[in-house]
């Protein structure tokens, strides 16, 4: 052994004891004894921190037992975190700006500010917001956000600094980021991750999602292409880019008279472009593909991501998703032929929706251009086969897409596609990058005790963020001229939520309630009223945003004027809304955006955006490692029957999460606590559809098969599709075998076999 | 029966339909080598302490044979005897899952080896490292004890034919494979060898399948012939698994030496104790050691994942989905 030991085992382990037992101060139900008892000493691990690792470890465990073990992990994480930033002579938040100025993380303007202002800012600092952060929040936040040094790796950010510098990084004054920060530090509010990772940063790419037409057909645009996506993919944004305008398999090529090999050799590039941009180290690069199903090379599309066949035709890392016209869907009903084009032959139908794309659609059909035809639902079943076997293939539907976005009001602004979460609806062209800034509110954090939702302050975090976001805009590196083209000329904004489903449990609504319906809707016209409210303030202060004029506001149709069905609960403050923006313009094009928050809401601790729960008892698995998440809320109800039991909690277990089996439990309380694959997906759809007019652009909207056929599958996204849904997202389903069960008792797991109800002790 | 000899091919009337079912399940669950990304991993290795890294170089070196030699017993051993189609439609499934894992452990022991002697020394642990080799060994001997048997003509032929199926279920499938994930989800629970995990989730997938089959087989025989089942298989069984046991516990403390934070010698002993137990109940035996499970991580393997796709693969589909367009189905 070359390097002497920090202390003998004894004391470390004192040391560590006394921190346990300030790790579960104030929490019931966490004994320091039970972490401690794990907690060994070897000849590798008597320092302090060695042990603590081991706590952490071992508290993170004992979640799945008692889930105030996560505050006690986090706790202990906390104080490592403190220890790190220490070692790098982080002490305060000013020492930390200055810290990662120096290392050249921060920018000159920010670290002046932070220099200027540093008692006033160093003030504003509450360390007690670090107890709201779940162990793994906080992990996430130390494995990902953090600001590190460059070299020594170390932390240079505590967590409230790197909230406090996300907020410096938008702000002008410091009242500015004590706003900012109080939505921040009480997790009401977080912007996406770019806007998290790299405010106040060198280059400070803030924008989540980038949107970039087809190339043109040509060699010289694909590559060009393949250069815009890889500076967007380096920055950390999320890419979608459509491929409906490269001519298919079979098409000639004039310049050399071959034929051509179609879209997928294309794609394969793509896809190994994408793989090699690695985000800063903090994720890989992702991106969307979408095409048009009349493009003839729809079929071997549909086929990349299988795991059989030629590799060579396979793309493993790039998502797809369909960008389907209504007249595909009406041929799918009413089992009619579908034809597929090249689109050198028909370069007309990218451009075009609506019925003006039907009536070239039919013209094209008519010519004889067609390069064959086919059955639309044979097409559509390959579509749904594709969804259930890889769970991409996602269904966005074009026409509503287009119709009811506010920058299409002039011919030829044409909505090419969504995004890599298909929640951004935004005008591309070959000259101009679509760009989304995101963010998201934590709905649960607006809940009142007494149990309703507090509107004024759900108003008031709208505006914050509104205003915010729109500093996004400004404060924001462009990876490319084109994205930074198109966000100066439209700024559009998503903002969005998270957390509907704390929301609902903490409200005692089940998810497929009128009532859940009802709230959420009405949740989605409060932040629409507000938000748009707040984009007429900035307007009237700074100018509408340069293209307003090409807007459909401008020529008065608000998104709402779009579905004459809508739930709208005040219409007056609609009116009055309308009256004003009339006068004053808007400063954003588009608005709101309802974004998967996959990170964030670990982060806040919700559940993500507008989701049911998918499972009472899950585990997070992430490049940190591999974390239990438990829904806390049916601990709190099980501990108040009597019933949160070793064997319970073996039955929830053994069940995958669900508590249907449970049969001592309540009926309301079983109903409640369904998962997304106990739940009729009819609910979700019609819960989006619902919001939907309160969406000027869209949803991330995943949706749960448990054991998908293709006959529930065409079913439901006809269903969805008939709502006036614009966009859906993932189809999760479930592997047909998992795993056998190590650590649950190999007999007790045949007993609760289903052929054997009645002897199943864990359910009586 | 199912054990007696011949060639049935009759499959209706369908004599066992739950071997078929698992048959059916195991195809949706196909996965290819290529969908595994091992590139995060190597920057992992270079940063392991020395201790790490003789572990992990140990462990891809049990895996570099470890599902071949599970593959020449079943076409050795296992195919020739279970005398029923849709069995043996299961066992042939198996074999092809086997070669995936086998590609799998190629592939990394490739990826994770570049310098050529080093691979080349690895693929050949079986013969120089004494841990490895013991476990083959052991493999080798109950491979061997029915390699003279071409019929299960008597009692005897059949109890030594239920100790093969039980020991590659049990203690190879069910102790060794058990063992070597445990280390996988060890570095994986502190955040090391993503890639390795992602495809020990799918082989470790595999593996528990096979296991049930050969359990429901067991299960089957002992439906049929329950005579078979006296004392001395008992003894027999737990004798075995008490050897796999002390197998891979002398293999375990080859791979920790003094210890690491969370991993020695002594919590996996306690793990292949708590193991053996499970498997011995599963065979409706008693308990031989009544050891608690030491290991937290491995409880996590047990809970249905979720994956950020910005992250990591899904692994949660499914492949061979059935039916045709329709418009009125319930969802």
Redesign the interface.
């Known amino acids: 052994m070359t390097q002497q030991l920090d202390a003998p085992v004894e004391t470390a382990r004192g040391v560590l004891e006394a921190e346990v037992g300030r790790a579960c101060a104030g929490l019931a139900d966490a004994e320091p004894g039970r972490v401690l008892a794990a907690v060994r000493g070897t000849d590798a691990a008597t320092d302090v921190a060695g042990l603590r690792e081991q706590a952490i470890g071992e508290a993170a465990a004992l979640v799945a037992v008692e889930p105030a073990y996560s505050r006690v992990a986090a706790r202990l994480l906390n104080a490592h975190i403190a220890e790190e930033a220490a070692s790098q002579g982080v002490r305060t938040f000013a020492e930390s700006a200055a810290a990662a100025h120096r290392e050249g993380l921060m920018a000159d303007a920010p670290a002046a500010f932070v220099a200027a202002n540093a008692d006033a800012l160093n003030a504003l600092v509450d360390e007690s917001a670090d107890d709201r952060f779940e162990y793994f929040g906080l992990r996430t936040v130390y494995d990902r956000y953090l600001w590190r040094h460059p070299r020594t790796r170390r932390v240079l950010e505590r967590p409230q600094f790197f909230l406090m510098r996300v907020a410096v990084g938008l702000a002008e004054t410091v009242d500015d980021v004590r706003e900012l920060y109080g939505l921040l530090s009480t997790l009401s509010y977080l912007p996406s991750s770019p806007t998290l990772f790299n405010s106040a940063a060198r280059r400070s790419q803030l924008s989540s999602c980038f949107l970039l037409d087809a190339p043109r057909d040509e060699l010289e645009s694909i590559y060009e292409r393949y250069a815009q996506v890889a500076r967007l993919s380096k920055y950390a944004g999320g890419i979608g880019v459509s491929w409906t305008r490269v001519r298919s398999r079979g098409s000639l090529i004039q310049g050399t008279n071959g034929l051509s090999n179609g879209i997928v050799p294309w794609l394969r590039t793509l896809d190994s472009s994408v793989a090699a941009v690695n985000q800063g180290g903090r994720r890989k690069g992702a991106a969307c593909v979408y095409l048009e199903p009349w493009h003839a090379d729809v079929e071997e599309f549909l086929e990349l991501r299988d795991n059989t066949g030629e590799d060579a035709r396979r793309t493993h890392n790039l998502n797809l998703a369909n960008w389907i016209p209504d007249e595909f869907m009406r041929r799918v009903e009413r089992d009619e032929d579908w034809s597929l084009f090249d689109p050198k032959v028909t370069p007309e139908l990218t451009d075009l929706y609506g019925d003006d794309f039907d009536r070239a659609y039919r013209a094209a059909e008519a010519a004889g251009k067609a390069v064959r035809t086919i059955s639309a639902r044979r097409l559509y079943g390959r579509m749904m086969r594709t969804l259930a076997e890889t769970g991409n293939g996602w269904m966005t539907f074009k026409d509503i897409s287009n119709r009811a976005c506010n920058q299409t009001a002039e011919k030829g602004n044409v909505v090419h596609l969504s995004n890599l979460c298909t929640e951004i609806l935004e005008v591309t062209s070959d000259g101009e990058t679509a760009v989304c800034n995101l963010g998201s509110i934590n709905l649960g954090a607006h809940v009142l005790p007494g149990g309703t939702v507090d509107w004024e302050r759900l108003r008031a975090t709208v505006r914050t963020a509104v205003r915010f976001l729109d500093r996004t805009i400004d404060r924001g590196f462009y990876p490319t001229g084109e994205a930074e083209k198109a966000n100066k000329k439209w700024r559009p904004m998503g903002l969005g939520v998270m957390g509907l489903a704390d929301v609902f449990f903490k409200l005692r609504l089940p998810f497929d309630s009128d009532e859940a319906r009802t709230l959420s809707t009405r949740i989605a016209e409060e932040i629409s009223l507000a938000a748009y409210g707040a984009s007429a303030d900035l307007a009237e202060a700074h100018g509408p945003h340069p293209a307003y004029d090409q807007t459909r506001t401008a020529r008065g149709q608000l998104h709402i004027d779009h579905f004459p069905d809508a739930a709208i609960t005040r219409p007056d403050a609609w009116d009055a809304l309308r009256a004003r923006v009339a006068r004053t313009g808007l400063r954003n094009s588009l608005l709101i955006a309802v974004a998967p928050t996959a990170t964030i809401a670990s982060i806040a601790g919700c559940y993500e955006c507008i989701e049911p729960q998918v499972s009472n008892l899950f585990k997070r698995e992430t490049l940190s490692g591999e974390f239990l998440q438990i829904n806390q809320y049916l601990v709190r109800d099980l501990k108040a029957e009597g019933l949160w039991l070793p064997e319970v909690r073996e039955a929830i277990k053994r069940a995958n999460g669900s508590v249907q089996g449970l049969a001592d439990l309540p009926d309301d309380v079983r109903v409640l606590y369904r998962t997304a694959w106990e739940l009729p997906q009819k609910a979700l759809i019609d819960l989006a559809a619902a919001r939907t007019p309160f969406i000027d652009q869209s949803q991330s909207l995943n949706l749960f098969m448990e054991t998908p056929t293709i006959g529930k599958l065409s079913s439901m996204y006809a269903y969805a599709w008939r709502s006036g849904v614009k966009t859906t997202y993932y189809l999760r389903s479930r592997p047909a075998t998992r795993i056998a069960q190590t650590t649950v008792s190999a007999t007790e797991a045949v007993i609760c076999s289903l052929e054997n109800p009645e002897t199943c002790e864990a359910c009586q | 029966m199912l054990l007696d000899p011949g060639m049935d091919l009759t499959l209706r009337p369908m004599r066992y339909p739950d071997f078929y079912e698992r048959y059916r399940?195991?195809i949706?669950?196909?996965?290819?080598v290529?969908?595994v990304d091992l590139a995060?991993d190597l920057a992992d290795l270079a940063r392991l302490t020395p201790?790490e890294l003789h572990l992990v170089n140990r462990l891809v070196a049990f895996f570099a044979t470890g599902d071949s030699i599970v593959a020449n017993n079943l076409v050795l051993n296992l195919y020739k005897h279970v005398n029923a189609p849709e069995a043996r439609l299961y066992l042939s499934r198996q074999l092809f899952e086997e070669a995936v894992h086998v590609q799998f452990y190629l592939t990394l022991l490739d990826t994770y080896l570049p310098d050529h002697d080093e691979r080349v020394k690895a693929f050949a642990a079986i013969e120089h490292i004494p841990s490895i080799r013991a476990k083959a060994e052991f493999c080798f001997r109950w491979i061997d004890s029915i390699g003279k048997l071409d019929e299960l003509t008597t009692r005897d032929d059949r109890r030594a034919f239920l100790l093969n199926l039980i020991c590659f279920a049990a203690c190879i499938e069910g102790l060794f494979f058990?063992g070597a994930f445990a280390y996988v989800?060890w570095l994986?629970?502190?955040?090391l060898l993503?890639g390795l995990a992602s495809g020990t989730?799918w082989v470790?997938?595999d593996e528990?399948?096979h296991?049930?089959f050969a359990f429901s087989v067991v299960d089957t025989v002992r439906a049929e012939e329950p005579d078979l089942f006296d004392a001395d298989l008992t003894a027999s069984v737990t004798r075995m698994i008490e050897e796999a046991v002390e197998a891979e516990l002398a293999f375990a403390r080859d791979l920790c030496g003094?210890?690491?934070?969370?991993m020695?010698a002594d919590d996996m002993r306690r793990y292949l104790e708590y193991?053996a137990d499970?498997?011995l109940?599963?065979l409706g035996l008693p308990a031989r050691y009544g050891t608690a499970?030491p290991f937290?991580?491995?409880?996590?393997?047990?809970?249905?994942?979720?994956?950020?796709?910005?992250?990591?693969?899904?692994?949660?589909?499914?492949?061979g989905?059935?039916?045709?367009?329709?418009?009125?189905?319930?969802?």
């Open positions: 399940a195991a949706r669950n196909t996965w290819t290529e969908e995060s201790e058990y989800y994986r629970s502190r955040g993503n989730n470790f997938r528990s399948m296991m049930e003094d210890g690491m934070p969370g020695s193991v499970q498997r109940t599963r499970n937290a991580f491995m409880e996590l393997q047990d809970v249905q994942e979720l994956s950020n796709f910005f992250e990591r693969r899904v692994s949660a589909y499914q492949i989905v059935e039916g045709s367009v329709a418009f009125d189905e319930s969802f």
